[in-house]
């Protein structure tokens, strides 16, 4: 029924993010979007970055690089498929945003690198389209920790609990710093849209078919 109703409305976004830490469930969710309503599908091209093997076992080594790549990779990647409007799909959804790269640059990098790096960043961050909603996946650290775990990436045995946490705060001081978009962050800890199907149309009903303001919209579905 759901799919149903959702496909005769009119979308009322051209460009849906979904957010979250590692292990968050970000590409499932955005992929599964995209298949039901015929989008445009934008996916992180992370696992062809040399450097994340590399900084995983040597932070302090190889922070700089990694995130410098991911910020030209990023800055390509989106440039390049947000350009060109396909008039066959109803709109786009991605698996991340621009922003991530400050998320995760404040958490890796030292003071004087992060303080060079944030100017870079919002020289570029202002040329990009804006997504109309961002949608954050909340999970603990502890719930993220057993999902990275369960999926067996060899490079990514050694995240903590503290770097999912440190990340996780960091994204809430984008959102606190930048209150001119929307942000719907919501509570997933506690349902599986994964394998439950009455949890995922819970989900698509909180971001397609509800009215958000700008800033932080928190939701418990």
Not at 38 to 50: G, K, T, V
Not at 161 to 184: A, C, G, H, M, W
């Amino acid at each position: 029924m759901w799919k149903g109703v959702l496909q005769e409305m009119d979308i009322k976004y051209n460009y849906v993010v979904i957010e979250g830490n590692i292990g968050a469930g970000k590409t499932t969710l955005a992929t599964r979007i995209a298949d039901q309503f015929n989008a445009h599908l934008i996916l992180e091209r992370f696992a062809d970055n040399p450097f994340l093997p590399k900084f995983y076992d040597d932070p302090e080594k190889y922070s700089f690089p990694l995130e410098l790549s991911f910020l030209a990779s990023r800055y390509k990647q989106l440039k390049e498929e947000l350009e060109p409007r396909n008039l066959f799909r109803t709109f786009t959804v991605a698996d991340y945003f621009f922003m991530k790269s400050l998320v995760f640059a404040a958490s890796t990098l030292k003071e004087d690198e992060y303080n060079l790096y944030r100017q870079i960043f919002y020289i570029i961050y202002g040329s990009l389209p804006k997504p109309d909603i961002y949608v954050y996946l909340h999970l603990s650290p502890e719930r993220l920790l057993q999902n990275i775990e369960k999926r067996g990436r060899s490079y990514e045995k050694s995240i903590t609990l503290s770097y999912l946490r440190k990340i996780q705060d960091s994204y809430f001081t984008f959102f606190r710093q930048n209150p001119e978009n929307k942000y719907v962050v919501i509570d997933a800890d506690k349902i599986d849209f994964v394998e439950n199907e009455d949890d995922y149309n819970k989900l698509i009903n909180a971001i397609f078919l509800r009215d958000y303001q700008l800033g932080l919209n928190n939701l418990v579905i």
